[in-house]
């Protein structure tokens, strides 16, 4: 099995980038959310790994959101009582080995304290679920002095009475207690209404040295983010599991490593992340889209190499992810590179891909079945488009593909 040699506040950043832009009217509320609970962390004198969970918790906080309407609702405070959010993000990391022990602090991120501190589990991580809650709430509530221009120094006091307000029935009194010592000072709020916290979070990216990560290991983290994005539309539920199993299958036929086969396996995960910066609407759109709509779904591909290009040690995923769309002929997208620049993996996920989505329904169309997908994968390698010694190996493997494109 293959190791990568990643620094994990790198990718885990890189990929929450993703996560902050589902939406358009809250944008880095993530790395906001984690900058405000970390402050509050630091002034209840938490130890670094415990300030290094809450930091990871609070990035993540919000990854069982995928869709662009629920992200629009994360500034509205009725969002406090939808805890299905809450559910779908501590599933998404207890399947994850690198950060399951945080499953229950996304479970509980806005569960209030008077019911939480009864719960039964370890009292640090019932804290940092709380410290996140709060924070959350502290960014809700400047939001709506940003949103206006207004000054956040000027309306701080608002917002800390809110805080105060809930004191021991939402939050617990010691976390309001460190939260209203850092409030004390301007230059928190300053850099609240500046937005620049990413000073604060590349210091937390350089924390950790890089460190070897074994696929298995990897591949569970990436999942975390591939499962947002297929979740994010009904009709592409399991798409990027399907690609991935698929472009492993057709590397192992194609004779290719084991190492190639694994990244062939993770760019397949990621090859469509870029998706969960697409409204919904448009990936769910039944009627054709617009040439203007055509041009925001075909970002995409872009937007993968976005999200994945500094995350060092994973070059060779990117490149293979974000070329899915990539065409023999250079009609593709959005790089329109041709033959000779295409690598075969590239060529092998874009086959995968286009095999994949065939299978299954979309809103403006049925499932093909196998006969009518061999057809058309047949025609685009007649015409230049897709690699056609791929393609004969996906007539040779017809079933088997089948197979691992619907992930059995
Ligand atoms: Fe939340
Ligand atoms: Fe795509
Ligand atoms: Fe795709």
Redesign the pocket.
């Known amino acids: 099995m293959s190791t990568f040699n990643i620094n994990l506040h790198e990718a885990v950043y890189s990929l929450s980038n993703a996560l902050d832009l589902v939406g358009v009217t809250h944008i880095h509320h993530g790395k906001r959310v984690a900058y405000i609970a970390a402050e509050c962390g630091k002034q209840f004198g938490w130890t670094e790994q415990c300030l290094d969970d809450l930091f990871q918790a609070a990035i993540l906080h919000d990854c069982g959101v995928s869709k662009t309407a629920v992200h629009a609702r994360l500034a509205q405070f009725e969002w406090e009582q939808d805890s299905e959010h809450c559910q779908i993000g501590a599933e998404l990391l207890a399947n994850c080995s690198l950060l399951a022990h945080l499953s229950d602090v996304i479970l509980h991120h806005h569960t209030c304290w008077s019911v939480l501190k009864d719960v039964d589990i370890d009292m640090q991580l019932k804290l940092i679920a709380n410290c996140i809650y709060l924070a959350e709430r502290v960014d809700v509530l400047s939001l709506i002095y940003l949103v206006d221009q207004a000054n956040l120094l000027l309306n701080r006091q608002t917002i800390i009475d809110n805080i105060v307000e809930n004191c021991g029935e939402l939050f617990c009194p010691e976390l309001v207690a460190a939260f209203m010592e850092i409030a004390e000072s301007s230059l928190f709020w300053l850099l609240l209404e500046s937005g620049d916290t990413s000073g604060y979070t590349s210091t937390w990216q350089a924390y950790i040295p890089n460190r070897r990560i074994e696929f298995v290991d990897l591949k569970s983290l990436v999942q975390i983010f591939s499962h947002i994005v297929d979740a994010k539309s009904p009709f592409t539920k399991e798409h990027s599991d399907g690609v991935a199993n698929l472009a492993k299958f057709l590397g192992e036929r194609l004779e290719l490593s084991e190492e190639s086969c694994e990244m062939l396996e993770l760019s397949g995960l990621l ?2 992340i ?2 969960l910066r697409v409204p919904s609407e448009l990936l769910e759109k039944e009627g054709k889209l617009t040439a203007e709509e055509y041009l925001i779904v075909q970002k ?2 872009f937007d ?1 190499y976005d999200i994945l290009k500094n995350i060092n040690g994973l070059e060779k995923i990117t490149e293979w992810a974000a070329q ?2 990539e065409r023999l002929d250079g009609k593709g997208y959005h790089l329109q590179i041709s033959n000779g620049s295409l690598s075969l993996e590239a060529r092998i996920v874009a086959v995968a ?1 286009v095999f994949q ?1 065939l299978a299954q329904n979309r809103p403006y169309r049925n499932a093909l079945n196998v006969d009518a997908i061999m057809a058309i994968l047949k025609q685009q390698a007649d015409e230049g488009q897709l690699d056609a010694t791929i393609v004969l190996c996906v007539e040779n493997n017809l079933h088997a593909c089948l197979r691992a494109a619907y992930c059995q």
């Open positions: 090859h469509d870029g998706k995409h591909s993968t899915h769309h891909d989505a």
